[in-house]
Nanobody
Framework: QVQLVESGGGLVQAGGSLRLACAASGRTFSSFAMGWFRQGPGKEREFVAAVSWSGGSTYYADSVKGRFTISRDNAKNTVYLQMNSLKPEDTAVYYC?????????????????????WGQGTQVTVSS
């Protein structure tokens, strides 16, 4: 079972930026799509962004499109989420997850049941 460890969360003012990182254990990192989800106070977990196995394709929720950028470094077994122009409604615990294996259904990446491993989460708080 892979271990995923998120970092980079914190408190930031509206309009600010944060960069989250998720480090994965094991040797099969590049064989899986990776995604970020978030869960705000009193809300269900929602999809944020996903990146394909090679990093060549990305998928974003409409709410973050144009503000967030997902990327990965397979040599470092790490996936990143660059968050710019943050808004108070971005306040949430952010989780990274291991998504479909290479050859799987790429367009299934917004569905959390397609992910088999999750990190412990990192808190992002955006003040107004």
């Amino acid at each position: 079972q892979v271990q995923l460890v998120e970092s980079g969360g914190g408190l930031v003012q509206a309009g600010g930026s944060l960069r989250l990182a998720c480090a994965a254990s094991g040797r099969t990192f590049s064989s899986f799509a990776m995604g970020w989800f978030r869960q705000g106070p009193g809300k269900e977990r929602e999809f944020v962004a996903a990146v394909s196995w090679s990093g060549g394709s990305t998928y974003y929720a409409d709410s973050v499109k144009g503000r967030f950028t997902i990327s990965r470094d397979n040599a470092k077994n790490t996936v990143y989420l660059q968050m710019n122009s943050l808004k108070p409604e971005d306040t949430a615990v952010y989780y990274c997850g291991r998504g479909p294996r290479y050859g799987g259904t790429w367009y299934a990446v917004p569905r959390d049941y397609e992910y088999d491993s999750w990190g412990q989460g990192t808190q992002v708080t955006v003040s107004s």
